[in-house]
């Protein structure tokens, strides 16, 4: 898989490699058309077999002039570091990288993937975001 020049740490880089391999191995077992909850349980399973840290539906919280408006969930947190956030749609649209950018303001991570399963191919579908 090709690499990018990042100002992410290789640490990071590496998790992100790696997540991104559990993802095409759910793919290629499952293909597209199923809904996202399922993708969203076969990468957990993926990821726990290749010894990644993660956590589902991870809550952050989210404040405006001090005070708490609300706790937004997020799909997967993986490692500490990154966020994924996966689709199972026809295709992505600006609003659905707004979502994401707006889950990595929250979480204050820097790096994220958006993901839609909904792909011949899943690289088709497969969207970095860094801050």
Do not use: W
Request: with cysteine.
């Amino acid at each position: 898989m090709l690499r990018v020049p990042s100002k992410l740490d290789q640490a990071t880089e590496d998790l992100v490699h790696r997540t991104i391999g559990c993802c095409i191995a759910v793919h290629r077992e499952l293909g597209p058309g199923l809904i996202e909850q399922i993708y969203q349980r076969a990468v957990g399973l993926e990821l726990e077999a290749a010894g990644i840290g993660f956590e589902c539906e991870k809550p952050f919280p989210v404040t405006y002039r001090g005070k708490r408006l609300y706790t937004h969930r997020l799909d997967l947190v993986v490692g500490d570091k990154l966020v994924l956030e996966l689709k199972a749609i026809d295709c992505l649209h600006p609003v659905h990288h707004a979502q994401t950018m707006s889950g990595l303001k929250v979480s204050k991570l820097a790096v994220a993937l958006l993901i839609n399963f909904n792909v011949a191919i899943l690289p088709q579908g497969i969207r970095r975001i860094v801050l």
